[in-house]
């Protein structure tokens, strides 16, 4: 009979009545919806992140490092001289390099003898050639040294694009050199970029054999590694034969790094964070029914004359029931608006604060407010029962 | 049955009573029983003026209930525009009661936190009639009242008097017909109490069928015509005695 425009209007004005014992009320659920909200939101922002950072690329990439050169006192090199063409030969290796940084670095120069002036900031490396398609270079000019210049000891080198340009290298039209501790390199090509080995741009690259000659094996602080390309999926067990495959004598000296498991990754950060802390919204969005529940029931108390005028005027027991469910279920929703809103603030303030992309389902600012509304609306049902079974003739007369 | 629109205050011209109670009796389960309303039996003609007169814990407020169809009898008939209302669900008992009687309590019962025109206005919510025009119904009401001026003071801001011209305002702007009072002076000076009889006195001249409840000889003299509870007990008070006429009819051999 009542029109539901004139029973919202109602239940309306009865939580503007007293707008501060609303605010309160509607806290727990607040704190409840917006906890849910910002724990889902910050779980998958990370998961985001995680898969984000977790790229083929690293899928793909295991690194086998010297771990006894760690202990070493006089420069060492644990790896075989055929390190490359070992692990070649397993199955899913794509490509695999040796390398590592020439320590001290040597004085290096563009031009011989006494007018050199030494080109300081560009590291020398020692590269196998299998370096090259393992870190994914692109070749700006001419070519890269091979197998052959390795093996005969050749004096060639290869530039980054950077070492190159600080050098004064642009073209290798008329054969250019440079001069490493005095000896000249004949620069065969030019590195434009380089996926997984960046710093690579910044040297000079020579054969691991001359490097041997002229430099001696590599430093205990800057050890040798092998980069591994691997066939997507087979990281995981070349990583468990690299070492035996390098030194079946001694698999212990070296160390394979494989890219961590995804899966692995995604249930640490559900089990961290969500399980935990989704119980404590839960207990929140639960406090928050229970305040709910009590103010409600408290309004029907406090306002028990107000329901027998109200019945006395010509309100149903079900306009009344009506009317106080609305309430509760106004506060809840309410709350749980208030809650997505502060939930969603939450998760973009630490996505900013931490350079991520904030990943939020847009179904959840939806589901917050109803799951505050369904709150409001159970906190909400005895107390409305109570109200809509109050006796008028005796509420009147409180 | 009812009369929705209102127009007509003075119904039943023909002569039936607009309120026909037959042994109506009312007892609260105990422990311990209580016999709040003995056999009683009472008539009331359209635009009749009734003072029920009695002390506290007399079972008046028992008979109020029962005629404002907020309470059930336990045993006996009672009538309202003919029909006997024990037959009818909850529902069409609070229809019937939302528009065809107004109250007037002792203590106003107005929500304080709406303003004097929107307590007039609720009296019409429940009867699910068109939002439009409800504002100007109830400043009409207040006007009739004398309380154009305040509309739109919170209660607390009014006098008692106010207060209680504003629940009566509220009581007749649906246009019921029939207005029940509970002790309408109960909270107000003398001289409040006077204009507010005053103003009942214009309601019944306008055709309202009034019914006041009060303890006080002073008040229930404004009334046309009176009757005594006492003990749960109807009893005459100077009025004609018509049998089965039905303007008046205590039984229970209790006739003072």
Known sequence: MIRSRDLLAEAAAGMLQRPGRSALTMMGTVLGVGTFIAIIGLTSTAGGQI?????????????????????????TLSFPDDAERRLGRLNGVEAAGLHWPLAPAPVLSSRPGAVAEPVSGIEVHAAGPGVFPAAGVRIQAGVSYNTWHDEHHQAVAVLGAVAARKLGISHLENGPAVWIDGSPYTVVGVLDTSERLPGLLMSVLIPPRTALDHFGPPSPEHPAQVLVRTALGAAGTIARQAPLSLRPENPMSLEAQAPPDPRTLRDTVSSDLDVLFLALAGIAVFIGALGIANTTM???????????LRRALGACRRHIAGQFLLESTGL????????????VVTVVGVAVQRSWTPVLDPVLAVAGPGVGAVVGLLAGAYPALRAASLDPALSLRR | MTDETGTSVRDGADGSPVIRLVDVTKTYPGPPEVRALRPCSLAVQPGDYLGIVGPSGSGKSTLLNILGLLDRPTTGVYEFDGVDVAGLTDADRTRLRGSRIGFVFQSFHLLPHRTAVENVELALVYGGG???????????ALADVGLDHRAHALPSTLSGGEQQRVAVARALVGSPGVVLCDEPTGNLDSATTERVLDLLDRLNDDGYTLLVITHEEAVAARARRRVRVHDGTLTVDGGTLIVDGGVLLPRGGSAA
């Open chain 2, 130 to 140: 068109p939002r439009a025009g409800r504002r100007e119904a109830a400043l009409r």
């Open chain 1, 298 to 308: 408290v309004a029907v108390l406090e306002r028990s004359s107000e329901i027998g």
């Open chain 1, 332 to 343: 809840g929703l309410l709350g749980g608006l208030v809650g997505s809103s502060l939930g």
């Open chain 1, 51 to 75: 898969s984000k950072r977790f790229s083929v690329l690293q899928a793909t990439q295991v690194v086998v490092q010297d771990a006894a050169a760690a202990e070493a006192t006089r420069p």
